[in-house]
């Protein structure tokens, strides 16, 4: 079965300073790792994904993740964190194959402070 | 305009009732997702298809049935049988590619009352 792991409900970042979001997985072969941003009452909006290749992805509105297979671990990072950043956010991971359905994280709140 | 759309945004079903959640999308994506959301639980699958006529059980499908008569549609029946029902459930889609992103609908949000 696989799993993933958000170890923070919470993670609360002055405006202009960088953010990390971690995100660690458990998957049976080569991981598809995603991540995903949600605005309240909202559907969930892609950010970036990894599937093979440069362990360093760039997404959209500045995200960005590393992928670091020996700590299975896909945390998110911004350099600099804006008030309009602070969301719901979901790391989701699925095995290497089909469409099967993503499993998702728990979540990780982001409050960037002006 | 290609999306995913969910209807209604917000349901309200009494105890006891079957409640019908409407999904379409026009991405021309042969998968299709449903899951629920509760706060602090993170996405949890209840059933997903990967083709017309054929859909498989998530994790949590136990009072929930679907149908994909479709490409384009994938209903959700919300039946008496789920004990707890009320929830946020988002649709979603993607192409049958193991790497693919899935696009989300905005959700419908079940209140039973």
């Known amino acids: 079965a696989q799993s993933v792991a958000q170890p923070e409900d919470q993670v609360n970042v002055a405006e202009g300073n960088p953010l990390t979001v971690k995100c660690t997985y458990s998957v049976s072969g080569n991981p598809y790792l995603f991540w995903y941003v949600q605005y309240p009452n909202r559907g969930l909006q892609f950010l970036l994904k990894?599937?093979?290749?440069?362990?360093l992805v760039k997404g959209s509105y500045g995200f960005e993740a590393e992928f670091n297979k020996s700590q299975t671990s896909f945390h998110l990072k911004k350099p600099s964190a804006l008030v309009s950043d602070s969301a719901l956010y979901f790391c989701?991971?699925?095995?290497?194959?089909?469409?099967?359905?993503?499993?998702f994280g728990k979540g990780t709140h982001l409050i960037i402070q002006p | 305009d290609g999306g995913i759309t969910q209807s209604p945004k917000y349901l309200f079903r009494k105890e006891g009732q079957n409640v019908t959640l409407s999904c379409e999308q026009n991405l021309n994506h042969d998968a299709m997702y449903w899951y629920r959301q509760d706060p602090g639980q993170g996405l949890r699958l209840i059933y997903y298809s990967q083709i017309v006529n054929d859909f498989q059980k998530g994790d949590i499908a136990e009072g929930y049935s679907v149908s994909r008569e479709k490409k384009e549609s994938f209903p959700l029946t919300v039946t008496s049988a789920q004990k707890n029902p009320t929830a946020f459930y988002l649709c979603?889609?993607?192409?049958?590619?193991?790497?693919?992103?899935?696009?989300f609908g905005q959700g419908t949000r079940l209140t039973v009352v």
């Open positions: 979603a889609s993607s192409t049958n590619v193991g790497g693919a992103e899935a696009f």
């Open positions: 989701a991971v699925r095995a290497g194959g089909g469409a099967d359905g993503l499993t």
């Open positions: 990894y599937i093979t290749g440069d362990n």
